[in-house]
Each structure stands twice: as C-alpha cells, then as structure tokens.
C-alpha cells in the first residue's frame, strides 16, 4: 500500500509540476516578448508621463496596449492594484523539489545512487544532492553581483560552470540521477532569481515611489538581468524534465557530452526568438541548433552488433532476464519500491520478450538497464542479450 500511495504522489505532483511550470514559462515568454518588442510611445503626452515604451496587439478577439515605466508614472499615483508574477516561479519550483525528494532521495537506492559509478549511501547521495543546488545558487549569484553589465563575459563564465557540474554529477550520481540534477540547480536558479532579486527589487521601487523618494534603477537592472538569464536556462531545464523517458540521451557513456550538446542547441534556438522579437531575424542560430542535434543523432547511433558466431539460445536469454530483470518487469515486482512494472513492461513470458525484445537489446546494452545495476548483470550477459536481438530474436532455441 505505501508504494502504491507513492505511486500516487508522483503522478500528483508531476501534474502540478507540469501545470504551475506551463504558467511560469509561459509568463516569461510573453514578458520576454514584450519587453523586446516594445515601441517608442506615440504620444507626447504618454512620453511625459513616464511611458518607455508600448505594444500593440490583438488576441482573442480583443485589441490590447501594453505599456512600460522603468521608474513609474510621472505625476500621477501608482496603482494599488498591481500584479505580480512570482507565484509561477514558488510553485514550480516547490512541486519539483517534492518530485526530487520523492523519487531521487526517498528512491536514492534505485534512482541516484550507481554502484559502478561511485559506491555512495543513500544519506551521502542525499547530502550532495543538498550540497549541488546550494554550492549552484550561491557561486551563481556571486558571479551576476559582480559582473554586473559584462554580461558576454558572465554568460561565458555560467556556461563554462554548469558544464563542469554537469561533468562532475556524472562521476557521482547514476545517470539519470546527474542529468536531474543540473535540470535542478538551474530550476533552482531561477526560482531563486525570482525569490532574492526581482521580487524584492521590485517591492523595493513601489515602495520608493508611493513615499515619494527618488527611485534607485539598479534593482530594475538586475531584476532584468536575472530575468534574461531565466529564459535562456528554460529550454535546457525542459529537455531535462523529459529526458528520464529517453534513456538513449542519459544512458550513453559520453551522457555529460549529449546533455552539453542539447542544452547548448536549446539556447541557440532560444537565442533565435529572443532576438526575433527585437526585429533581428538570424536564421543561422536555429540552424545551428538543428545541425548540432543532427551531428548529435549520427554520432550517437547505435554500432551494428556482429550477428556471427554460434547462435545464442533463448533459454540463455530467459535465464539472464528472470535473474537481472523479472523482479522487477513481473505483474506482481518483487523488488522493493515497486508496486507495478516500470512503464507497464512485463517480461515474465516467452511473448512478453519478443514483444519488447528491441527495447530490452537496446536499454540492456546501452547500460541504462537495470537501474543503477542493482540486480548485478555482468558485461558478458548484456553481450548475450545484444547477440540474440541481432540474430532475431528467436523465443525458441
């Protein structure tokens, strides 16, 4: 009953997840949007009042003018009823910090921790899992404090250190276990962006600005700066939360390389809109970004095992999987922390493996299967199984 209530929390959570992380990327988007489309204002008067700049636009059937004050409006009172857009952020970040907790720390054994990679205990693995989203917060924040308006140089320098965490999760955690991991420390980032800096910034203004006191612009300045930096880490951070059903990406010996190479192509494509907004059309950074995943797919694509050789029995194949493989894919798992068969696969029959004998020959032999190596299946038996899938798979010896 407890892991079938846990069973629950996951699918809960991964739905609000999913949902409060649509409203907060979709609230960044559009203000990322405005914000670099904005116009000089029409009107003179507008101009005098305070107004930076003002969009124009047309959806649902109505016509709406967005407008812009970087310190407020001139001569006239702030409105009391403002809207403010941080509840996205706290709420996306708090259900996938439960999401962690639930599968990554609570599942630590199954999850986090690979025995090949790093013998760890699960409150030694828990701890650098602490350890990696406080030590990414703070080294980050101190970068943007002093780097303020060299931002070339500071992208350059976060960039530089997110791949070197992305490295050294992989000689840590599992595979899967990493590749969460740096998705968690720029989630972390971000919500923190918004927690410690845009949030109190702008609380800071409004508060200058209705007693009457001459506004200071730089939280204005790093609230837009961190703002930036949110919607370059977004596409990165969205290839990682789906990453975990696409064990080809993660469960490659050069996984640190890959996820490099589809953050990177994420924020060429990024970078794309971003400047698309402001009238700057430069087809050649979506092109990067497709022949760096194009160069990616070649160089990943499986080798041809060699077929040859005295054919591999079926009984030899059945016996490995019903030792490495049936306590878990089994109607009813025997391994604990499983109430149902992971992605309903049930290999317990002669049927039931040929039906799935690609998937098995591919996530066996790439070492992504068995999870963390928990049932101990040796080099030798992956062979076998690659062996037997590349003769056909035959279910009879």
Known sequence: METYLLDWANLLLRWVHLITGIAWIGASFYFVMLDSSLKSPKKPEDAARGVFG???????????????????????????????????????????FALLVLIYWIGASTYLIDSQVMALTPAAAIGISIAVLVAGWVVY?????????????????????????????????????????????????????VFFHIIPGQKRMVEQIRSGQKVDTMPGIVGKQRSVHNTYFTLPVLFIMISNHYPMTYANKHGWLVL???????????????????????????????????????????????????????????????????????????????????????????????????????????????????THITDQERTLIATWFAQGARLTD
């Open 54 to 96: 003002e969009l124009w636009a047309v959806h649902g059937g109505g016509f709406y003018c967005s407008q812009k004050y970087l310190i407020g409006p001139k001569g006239e009172p702030l409105s009391n009823d403002l809207h403010w857009s941080k509840w996205e952020a706290y709420s996306t970040w708090l259900s996938g």
């Open 141 to 193: 924040d101190l970068l943007c404090r002093n780097l303020i308006g060299r931002d070339t140089l500071l992208a350059a320098i976060v960039f530089v250190l997110v791949m070197l965490a992305n490295w050294l999760l992989h000689q840590v955690f599992s595979a899967r276990g990493a590749y969460i991991h740096v998705g968690a420390m720029l989630g972390t980032m971000m919500a923190a962006n």
């Open 260 to 374: 490099a190479a589809l953050m990177l192509a994420g924020v060429l494509i990024r970078q794309f809109f971003v400047l698309r907004h402001r009238g700057q059309v430069k087809w050649w950074l979506p092109a990067s970004g497709v022949a760096l995943i194009a160069v990616l797919m070649v160089a990943m694509a499986p080798k041809p095992v060699d077929a040859g050789g005295d054919k591999v029995s079926f009984s030899a194949v059945k016996e490995a999987m019903v030792q490495r493989c049936v306590s878990c894919h089994a109607g009813q798992p025997t391994w604990e922390g499983f109430a149902q068969p992971p992605k309903g696969v049930i290999l317990e029959t002669p049927e039931q493996i040929g039906q799935h004998a690609a998937k098995i020959a591919e996530t066996v032999a790439s070492g992504y299967m068995p999870l963390g190596n928990l």
